[in-house]
């Protein structure tokens, strides 16, 4: 399984779980959410990407970022 989050200044945005059908070697998913009225807010943002199997995490990236 493939779990994506994003967070932000005002806390989670939203989470999504992939289940992978089959064994893979490389792999693209995309997951967002369309841009509020006015925009997002300034501030620290990240997403993470942790890869599971059977509950056991195998691996977990971050990526943080700040907007003005």
């Known amino acids: 399984m493939i779990a994506l989050e994003i967070d932000g200044p005002e806390g989670t945005i939203g989470r999504e779980e992939m289940t992978l059908e089959r064994d893979q ?3 693209f998913r995309a997951w967002g959410r369309r841009a509020p009225d006015g ?3 300034g501030g620290a943002w ?3 990407v942790t890869h599971l199997r059977g ?3 195998l691996d977990s990236r971050r990526v943080d ?3 003005p």
């Open 25 to 27: 070697p490389q792999l």
């Open 65 to 67: 970022a700040r907007l």
């Open 39 to 41: 925009g997002w807010p």
């Open 55 to 57: 509950g056991t995490v």
């Open 46 to 48: 990240s997403g993470t």
